[in-house]
């Protein structure tokens, strides 16, 4: 089974350029999250999403944006872009949204900045 | 003590011996809490979990305790081997999104 697939890998974009960034979840998952991490420091939330709809949103500015597809995948959109945006970007993939249950993590999306 | 940024805590320990990394969370009311591995250049890899009503989880070569009184998560690896090497996160939650404690390297010396 596929996990948790994110594209691309890797990217580098300039001051003031916009981003996005794909995440298809683990097969029969419903519901996607967005982190970001810094090197050398643990992910932050950005945002949740469940059957399409946003159902959490982390302490991020608003040129951060996503959305989930009828199939679930999702896109998160990041608009003038800043050195500071630089950074892992990580997806996760749960069965529901509800208490206890696991989120899967993507390999993560490497933006440079610069 | 604990480091910010660049510098995480780390944990030094021979191959073969019990590893026991550390994470004291910040929220009283979170009642689930995941341990993920993260080795470079991946995601977080889940390890092993534990509901709030549970004060010690088994798994394969790992437990995890849970003191609520005091707010503080271990992670317990038995025999630990040179693939364990990594930076192991403790993830709290209240059922809203995961808050990531800031890591731990564990370091295998052979």
């Known amino acids: 089974d596929a996990g948790v697939t994110q594209s691309p890998t890797h990217l580098i974009k300039t001051r003031g350029q916009h981003v996005t960034l794909r995440c298809s979840p683990i097969s029969g998952h419903k519901s996607v999250s967005w982190y970001q991490q810094v090197l050398g420091q643990g992910p932050q939330f950005i945002f949740q999403?469940?059957?399409?709809?946003?159902?959490g949103r982390g302490n991020f500015p608003d040129r951060f944006s996503a959305r989930q597809f009828p199939n679930y995948s999702s896109e998160l959109n990041v608009n003038a872009l800043l050195l500071g945006d630089s950074a892992l970007y990580l997806c996760?993939?749960?069965?529901?949204?509800?208490?206890?249950?696991?989120?899967?993590f993507g390999q993560g999306t490497r933006l440079t900045v610069v | 003590g604990e480091s910010v940024g660049l510098h995480l805590p780390t944990l030094s320990v021979q191959e073969g011996d019990n590893s026991i990394i550390n994470c004291a969370y910040s929220n009283s009311a979170s009642d689930y809490f995941i341990w993920y591995k993260q080795e470079s250049g991946k995601g977080p890899q889940f390890i092993i979990d534990i509901r709030s009503n549970m004060d010690k989880r088994q798994g394969q070569r790992v437990t995890v305790l849970l003191n609520k009184t005091v707010k503080h998560l271990s992670l317990q690896i038995a025999a630990t081997q040179p693939g364990d090497s990594a930076v192991y996160f403790c993830?709290?939650?209240?059922?809203?999104?995961?808050?990531f404690g800031p890591g731990t390297r564990l370091s295998v010396l052979p």
């Open positions: 993830a709290e939650t209240n059922g809203q999104n995961f808050v």
């Open positions: 999403y469940y059957e399409k709809e946003e159902r």
């Open positions: 996760a993939s749960s069965l529901y949204y509800r208490r206890y249950t696991e989120a899967f």
